[in-house]
C-alpha cells in the first residue's frame, strides 16, 4: 500500500522561506518520479516541480524557477520542496505525489498522491 505525507506547511511572510517534507512508504520508491504541485481555493491543481528517481533532473513552472528546488533522499523515501522568496501568489495547499510516468507535469501523470499541507503567505 502507497502513502504518501506532507508537511512543513504554515504562515509566512512574503520572502520567508519554507521547505516542504513529503514521507512516502509503499514499495520501490526508488522506481519513480516524483512531483509537487499546488491548489488555491477556487482554482485547479497545478504543476509545480518535478524529480526524477536519481534526483538529478529536475523541471520547474516558470513562477517557481529560481525560488523553489525539489530534491529526493531515496534512503530516506522522501521528497523535498525548497521554497525561498515566497510570495503571496504562492499560497496554497500543496500536494506531493507518485508518478506513474517517468516524467510528467500533469496531473493524470501521478497515481498516488497527499493529503496536502498548507502554505500561506501574508504580504
Known amino acids: 500500500q502507497v502513502q504518501l505525507v506532507e508537511s512543513g506547511g504554515r504562515v509566512v511572510q512574503a520572502g520567508d522561506s519554507l521547505r516542504l517534507s513529503c514521507v512516502y512508504s509503499g514499495p520501490r520508491f526508488s522506481d519513480y518520479s516524483m512531483g509537487w504541485f499546488r491548489q488555491a481555493p477556487g482554482k485547479e491543481r497545478e504543476f509545480v516541480a518535478v524529480?526524477?528517481?536519481?534526483?538529478?533532473?529536475?523541471d520547474y513552472r516558470d513562477s517557481v524557477k529560481g525560488r523553489f528546488t525539489i530534491s529526493r533522499d531515496n534512503n530516506k523515501m522522501t521528497a523535498y520542496l525548497q521554497m525561498n522568496s515566497l510570495k503571496p501568489e504562492d499560497t496554497a495547499t500543496y500536494y506531493c505525489?507518485?508518478?506513474?510516468?517517468?516524467?510528467?507535469?500533469?496531473?493524470?501523470?501521478?497515481?498516488?498522491w497527499g493529503r496536502g499541507t498548507q502554505v500561506t503567505v501574508s504580504s
Open positions: 505525489g507518485r508518478g506513474h510516468a517517468s516524467w510528467g507535469k500533469r496531473v493524470y501523470d501521478y497515481d498516488y
Open positions: 524529480v526524477n528517481w536519481s534526483g538529478r533532473l529536475t
